[in-house]
């Protein structure tokens, strides 16, 4: 692990506020994989609720994320950005599936309409 002490004296001296997340896997050998997918949507209506992102190579290797923890709000045109962690790293990403969820279980099921998707990854940044 990171003992967080250790960063201070690296991150104080920058006068901007500087953002670090330290997530690890419950797995062997702990360490996540990070993405940031930037989505915009075309629903008419607001939509709240998260987001799952599956990714899948050539060879059918596939890699979930885990449900955010924080619901996001998705409004038409508006861009959200969404962290996302996976426990393996797929190099040539064939395809992307999003899953949407409202965590109710009463009413009927909302449907996200995404009009554009950008999914980077943060640990290799030129990908």
Known sequence: GYHADRWKKLLIPYSSPTKAY??????????????L???TTWNKSIRRGFIKVKI???AGNTVESQMNSEASTFQQ???VKILTGFQQDIEKIAKIS?????KTLIGPKR??????MKL?????PKR
């Not at 980077?120 to 290799?124: A, E, F, P, W």
């Open 56 to 58: 899948i190579d050539n």
């Open 77 to 79: 045109y508006k861009r």
């Open 111 to 116: 449907k996200l309409r995404i009009l554009q």
């Open 98 to 102: 999003l899953t949407f969820s409202t």
């Open 120 to 124: 980077t990854s943060l640990n290799n």
């Open 22 to 35: 330290f997530d690890t896997s419950d797995k062997d050998p702990f360490c996540m994989y990070n993405y």
């Open 37 to 39: 997918l930037d989505i």
